[in-house]
């Protein structure tokens, strides 16, 4: 199933935005969470099946793996993804993580 099949199949159940998050850490990626709203933005708790939420993962993932390479390695990334369902698109509020290191360093007469 394509993103337009995908689409199609969300707004045949009524859903107009989904809202996932995601994080990786450490070679390891994963979707924590989806979440289905509907007209004004009211949430659905209707199962939409495991396929479905599958192939929502897919998308989402295969969009990180590009626009983000190695999103979930080392220290990872985490962040929300939001599927405008009606406008076909979506949005991906991304954050990187990484440790850093700020050197300074003092020398003067005693």
Not at 18 to 41: H, L, T, W
């Amino acid at each position: 199933m394509d993103n337009k099949q995908l689409l199609e199949q969300l707004r045949l159940r009524g859903i107009l935005k989904v809202e996932i998050s995601y994080n990786g850490y450490g070679d390891e990626g994963c979707i924590e969470d989806i979440s289905y709203f509907g007209p004004n933005d009211e949430p659905l708790t209707a199962e939409v099946g495991a396929h479905l939420s599958d192939l929502i993962d897919e998308c989402v993932c295969d969009i990180l793996n590009e626009q983000w390479p190695g999103w979930e390695i080392n220290e990872g990334s985490s962040g929300t993804a939001t599927i405008q369902v009606t406008g076909g698109r979506i949005e991906i509020d991304h954050n990187q993580h990484y440790i850093g290191t700020e050197s300074d360093s003092y020398e003067g007469d005693l």
